[in-house]
Nanobody, 124 residues
Framework: QVELVESGGGLVQAGGSLRLSCAASGRTFSSYAMGWFRQAPGQEREFVAA????????YNSDSVKGRFTISRDNAKNTVYLQMNSLKPEDTAVYYC?????????????????WGQGTQVTVSS
């Protein structure tokens, strides 16, 4: 069982930056691949970024490539999403997720564990 708690969301102007954090419970955090997803009003939840358990492999969606960076600190049981050059279309609730399977479950969009989400609003 993994419990995930996101933080760091808020209101920012277009072109600005935010860093989201996701703190995970449990002693086995380093064995889980992690991901970030987002859901805008009236839209389906979409994949944003993923990172393998070791941090060696990362993968971003095309919509955030070059602007967002996912990273993790296994000593702190935390995964981060650094978001730069934010656009109004990045406005959404951002969710942290975890699963032992990096490629088929996290990148594939069906991880087992989810956080409660944090709101990011980008004004134009």
């Amino acid at each position: 069982q993994v419990e995930l708690v996101e933080s760091g969301g808020g209101l920012v102007q277009a072109g600005g930056s935010l860093r989201l954090s996701c703190a995970a419970s449990g002693r086995t955090f380093s064995s889980y691949a992690m991901g970030w997803f987002r859901q805008a009003p009236g839209q389906e939840r979409e994949f944003v970024a993923a990172i393998s358990w070791s941090g060696v492999s990362t993968y971003n969606s095309d919509s955030v490539k070059g602007r967002f960076t996912i990273s993790r600190d296994n000593a702190k049981n935390t995964v981060y999403l650094q978001m730069n050059s934010l656009k109004p279309e990045d406005t959404a609730v951002y969710y942290c997720a975890a699963d032992r399977n990096y490629r088929s479950r996290v990148v594939g969009g069906t991880p087992d564990y989810w956080g409660q989400g944090t709101q990011v609003t980008v004004s134009s």
